[in-house]
């Protein structure tokens, strides 16, 4: 948000030498997050009103004429332009030499520089508005008109920022920072903060009464959504330019001036915080009232957006229907049009839940709603009549009011609470002398009472709408008040007495560490909500998973339930880049199912476990490799990373899964998870076109530390260990336990290890068959084995695999 350092210097007098800095890091340390200070004038530096004495064709240029130019002093300068409206006696904008404009109000700002144009020496340049950003201030309809300066009682040499009143210091205020502070929208609340900082005094305004005992008919359907609404008929009115001065405050804090009328419920807004708005009343029909929208009623709004509206949505209506949806935006037909001469004065407070649903609802946000959303008081829309019906009278001398109505259905109950002494000189480490804990919050509007212990706060209504509730609250406004830089700091006095050994933290971080670096995997870090083909692709059915009420976009409105929607969104993003690469994440997911906080016993939340999911892609042809690599990563896992160790099994198959590649991920009997190589259909569904997946999701929240190392010391052996490799040919359906469990039945003493080394399928081999290759380690801690022991140990082995698994041994 952009604040006028001069508009707020209208409700507090602000010293005229204070440091700007100082006021900004004031400002930050105590209220508001200030970004920046931008000094308006610096932009209109070396920019002066010239005056035109004389203009005559130029030589070479048709579309071109030399202008004799009074700058100041004496001095005339000869300038060439192409305006299409100069004249002699007219004053113009001259960016001298050094200035910094954007050639007809297009591309980076450029610097000025004395020049030859079609051979006449050109000093500066006569600006239109467009090019030194002035354009929402001095419209013109032709794009090569100059901009007419005439109406300025300045003489030649004038600067432009001192002319035009633009020696202006605009801050830069962090929307962030002032979320729970809806006091502070607007210049009025910045103004109360600064008074109570530097102790001094705020402007306070004179409040309205209605000349009138007419009553203007307002009907409130809903006080809990409307808790007020003021409604005023004015009348003598016209559409017409607004003041330059109300312009240009408009414009300087990044707002467009429209018209008078338009233009005073926008002023309003941005001194108060408190949004108005004004009906054309020959428009409005008998009445207005506040009530919920009929479903499917039809709303057109100013920026001419076509609505469809539900029951849920609050609109300002005529005996017709809906005229304005409430808090949000007026309606095109019934705001005010170029024939307004009476109006209907809108200034009304309205829920900020509602307002913000319906602004969300319909991709509509506005300055209104972005005040209303953070609870504005109703209390303030007495200050806002203040203020409009000043304006009016100051604007239109013979306007008046001929109705009123001021409907405050459900009055704003000021918070009340209580501070005992001693629980605040703990919180804040320090006594802070009564004294000036009454000034600095009665400055702020705070009824402070002292008792014998404490003391009994009655908050203003301005902070009452939810955000000051709780003593906590009152020691906050005390501590930023006094200034956090007067706390001396206090050494915390506490004993450690034993390490906290995390071991489901530590096992994460082991977890990633491994995948990282031992398996050379990339990690990466998705949105917690799913685009809708890859869901489609991945799950069954969308049952039980969170959607969002305000999407990011219309195809992303769930919340992932599972990590593998958005891991085949990054596999589609890679494909492109990479042949074969390999990628996990380890995230939160999040299901429709009752979970209770730990702390609330009442609050009920989403379920919310710890997933980690991995993809193994390369070409199509390595797909055994890829499924082996998978697996062999997971169920090496417990081992390096110090947890309870895998089993796998073949019970339930995943829905996004190829028929065969699949297998179960077991912890003791639990299920935790799953790998499988994506299905053709769903990796086509996903957009995945060339390469092949291999996708695992596991339940980390299932994962099971060791308490304590179990790994035991192995002395080397004294002996030689033997490899002994057997290759033969078995059934394609054989898998790797059978052939373990045929070898180790009544396992040989001599026998040490059995490792896979090479499975094979192809011409060589027949059809229903596969070629295996497996290693024997054979060797005896006692001695050197001879050839005859070592193949008297093979031979076991390969009468065990011939009788159980009728293997072709093929070569020894």
């Known amino acids: 948000m952009k604040l006028s350092l001069n508009w707020i210097k209208d409700y507090v007098k602000l010293p005229e030498d204070m440091d700007l800095s100082r006021l900004a890091y004031d400002l930050t340390m105590s209220t508001v997050e200030v970004e920046g200070v931008h000094d308006l004038g610096k932009d209109f530096d070396k920019m002066i009103v010239g005056v ?74 006569i600006c239109a508005s467009v090019e030194v950003g002035l354009a929402d201030l001095f419209p013109v309809s032709d794009t090569h008109e100059i901009m007419d300066l005439s109406y300025l009682d300045v003489p030649a040499g004038t600067p432009v920022a001192k002319a035009l009143d633009l020696d202006d210091m605009i801050l830069e205020i962090d929307n962030k920072s002032m979320t729970n502070r809806p006091d502070l929208w607007g210049h009025y609340g910045i103004a109360r903060e600064l008074a109570a900082l530097y102790d001094l005094p705020l402007v306070e305004f004179t409040p309205y009464t209605p000349d009138t005992e007419v009553p203007y008919d307002v009907r409130i359907a809903n006080g809990d959504k409307c808790p007020r609404y003021i409604g005023a008929k004015i009348e003598g009115l016209s559409v017409k330019p607004a003041p330059y001065k109300m312009q240009s405050r408009i414009w300087r804090v990044g707002m467009r001036p429209i018209n008078a009328l338009v233009d005073v419920t926008n002023y309003v807004m941005l001194a108060l915080g408190q949004p108005t708005h004004v009906f054309d009343s020959n428009h409005i029909i008998d009445h207005i009232e506040v009530r919920p929208a009929n479903e499917g009623e039809k709303l057109t709004l100013l920026n001419g957006k076509e609505l469809e509206l539900v029951a849920d949505d609050l609109v300002i209506a005529d005996a017709e229907g809906a005229v304005a949806l409430a808090g949000v935006m007026g309606g095109a037909k019934d705001s005010v049009l170029p024939e307004t001469e009476s109006v209907i004065l809108e200034v009304a407070n309205f829920d900020s839940k509602s307002v913000r649903r319906t602004a969300l609802r319909y991709d509509n946000r506005t300055e209104a709603s972005s005040r209303f959303e953070k609870a504005v008081d109703p209390e303030r829309c007495d200050l806002a009549v203040s203020m409009a019906m000043e304006l009016f009278g100051e604007l239109y001398p013979e306007m008046k009011v001929t109705a009123y109505n001021d409907q405050y259905v459900n009055k704003l109950v000021k918070k009340e609470i209580d501070v005992d002494f001693d629980w605040l000189d703990r919180r804040l480490g320090m006594r802070i002398p009564q004294e000036i804990v009454a000034r600095k919050l009665g400055a702020m509007g705070y009824e402070v009472t002292f008792t014998e212990t404490g003391m009994h706060i009655v908050v203003p209504t301005w902070r009452s709408t939810g955000d000051v509730s709780i003593k906590a609250d009152i020691m906050e406004e005390v501590a930023r008040m006094y200034g956090y830089e007067n706390f001396q700091p206090t050494p915390i006095t506490t004993t450690f007495d034993a390490a906290i050994n995390q071991l489901d933290m530590d096992l994460v971080r082991k977890v990633k560490e491994y995948l990282a670096f031992r398996c050379d995997m990339q990690e990466i870090f998705t949105y917690p909500w799913m685009t809708d083909n890859f869901v489609n692709a991945i799950l069954p059915t969308t049952e039980g998973v969170l959607a969002l009420s305000t999407p990011p976009s219309p195809t992303e409105k769930y919340v992932r339930s599972t990590l593998l929607p958005n891991i085949c969104k990054a596999i589609v993003k890679n494909e492109r880049n990479f042949d074969e690469f390999s990628i996990f994440e380890e995230a939160q997911i999040f299901a429709d199912r009752d979970y209770t906080s730990p702390y609330d016993e009442v609050e009920k939340l989403p379920y919310q476990a710890k997933h980690l999911g991995c993809a193994f892609v390369g070409k199509a042809e390595r797909i055994s490799e890829l499924f082996r690599t998978a697996k062999g990563v997971i169920e090496s896992m417990p081992r390096f990373t110090h947890m309870e160790g895998f089993t796998f099994k073949k019970e339930e198959k995943p829905y996004w899964a190829d028929d065969t590649v699949w297998m179960n991920v077991y912890l003791n009997d639990t299920k935790i998870g799953d790998i499988a190589l994506l299905s053709r259909k769903a990796a086509m569904t996903c957009g995945i076109k060339v390469l092949s997946a291999v996708l695992v999701e596991l339940n980390m929240d299932a994962f099971k530390p060791l308490k304590s190392r179990t790994n035991k010391y192995t002395r080397l052996p004294e002996f030689p260990m033997n490899d002994y490799d057997l290759s033969f040919l078995v059934d394609s359906m054989v898998k790797w336990d059978d052939i373990l469990a045929a070898i180790n039945t009544k396992k040989p003493a001599l026998l040490q290890n059995v490792l896979f080394v090479d499975e094979y399928k192809g011409k060589q081999v027949p059809e229903g068959k596969k070629s295996m290759t497996i290693r024997l380690v054979i060797g005896s801690g006692e001695k050197t084995l001879t050839s005859a022991e070592i193949e008297q140990v093979a031979n076991n082995i390969i009468k065990k695999l011939t009788k159980t698994l009728s293997a072709d041994i093929r070569s020894v």
């Open 52 to 125: 035109i004495e004389e203009v005559v064709p130029h030589p070479n240029a048709d579309a071109l004429r030399i202008c004799r130019v009074d700058i100041g002093g004496g001095e005339i300068k000869e300038i060439v332009c192409g305006g299409t409206n100069l004249e002699n006696g007219m004053k113009v904008l001259v960016a001298c030499p050094g200035a910094m404009v954007r050639w007809h109000g297009e591309g980076d700002l450029v610097e000025i520089k004395n020049a030859k144009l079609r051979g006449v020496a050109s000093f500066g340049m």
